[in-house]
């Protein structure tokens, strides 16, 4: 049997065509767009009434936990901005935190395609518009996260020279504010003397932290570390990102401390505000 179009789909479900419709910008149903024309695999549609509409839900009792990472991916990879925030939406109606829609759905369905193209699976292009509309959601979530009261400081995030990757420190930067920490996010590919000029006229800079996502850039992180040692400029130098394997390789590239991952860069940050003193030399293993 070949595919179906949405409204031989929303016959079979029972419901009018802009429900199907709904389900399928919600990412509810799989369906792909071609020739102008939705259409759905019979597998899926089977699979969705087996579930039916009302399956996805987050943890409680016996109950699984929503896929919204893949239900994101989906409408990323078919260019469907629409969807893709109808996804969001639905993952906040359902309960979902800001912090875990930016953690457990956009982060992994950003990764997921990233492995994709890697391994051949899909072309540039469309990993290229998946991120440009993941910027988007980010630009319209972005002002939830700000935290009303005294900042706890400041903290400057860029990526090394050479480094593509953007996305990976505007989530960062969001989480961090909703944190109370004043974020200067100068995004990827930034020289190392721009670095550190940035840290010596942001007020009260605690942390420079640094993203480094390619292992093509490990060297360009290193030297960027060593930049802004070399100009003694006071502050904690935390690295992280997908290329940081461990906490002995983000200190072998000369940073003082080492975030795996964003939820752990808070942590990193707290410990650093309440013991200025103690952790660059406990981090560099003295």
């Given at each position: 049997m070949g595919?179906?179009?949405?409204?031989?789909?929303?016959?079979?479900?029972?419901?009018?065509?802009?429900?199907?419709?709904?389900y399928v910008r919600l990412g509810?149903?799989?369906?792909?767009?071609?020739?102008?024309?939705?259409?759905?695999?019979?597998?899926?549609?089977?699979?969705?009434?087996?579930?039916?509409?009302?399956?996805?839900q987050v943890d409680g009792g016996s109950?699984?936990?929503?896929p919204w990472a893949e239900r994101l991916e989906a409408r990323l990879l078919a260019g469907d901005a629409r969807g893709a925030w109808g996804v969001i939406e639905a993952a906040l109606a359902a309960g979902s935190e800001l912090d875990q829609i930016y953690l457990d759905v956009l982060a992994p369905a950003m990764t997921s395609i990233g492995d994709r193209w890697e391994r051949g699976e899909l072309d540039v292009s469309m990993e290229h518009r998946a991120s440009g509309i993941a910027m988007r959601l980010v630009g319209r979530l972005g002002p939830r996260f700000v935290r009303r009261g005294r900042t706890r400081g400041a903290v400057v995030l860029g990526a090394p020279a050479g480094e593509r990757h953007g996305l990976p420190i505007a989530l960062l930067a969001d989480l961090l504010r909703q944190h109370g920490w004043e974020v200067s996010d100068l995004?990827?590919?930034?020289p190392h003397e721009s670095l550190v000029h940035a840290v010596r006229s942001t007020p009260d800079v605690v942390a420079v932290g640094l993203s480094v996502t390619s292992d093509q850039c490990l060297a360009?992180?290193?030297?960027?570390?060593?930049?802004?040692r070399a100009a003694d400029v006071g502050v904690t130098l935390v690295v992280g990102g997908r290329a940081i394997g461990s906490q002995e390789a983000g200190r072998a590239l000369g940073a003082d401390l080492v975030a795996l991952d964003a939820r752990s860069f808070a942590e990193v940050l707290?410990?650093?505000r309440s013991e200025p003193d103690e952790l660059p030399t406990e981090a560099a293993g003295n």
């Open positions: 595919d179906l179009t949405l409204q031989e789909a929303a016959d079979q479900l029972g419901v009018h065509y802009m429900t199907a419709y709904r509810l149903l799989p369906a792909v767009k071609a020739a102008g024309v939705w259409r759905v695999s019979p597998t899926d549609l089977a699979e969705f009434r087996a579930g039916g509409p009302m399956s996805p109950r699984r936990r929503a995004g990827a590919d930034v360009s992180a290193a030297e960027a570390l060593a930049a802004l707290d410990r650093v």
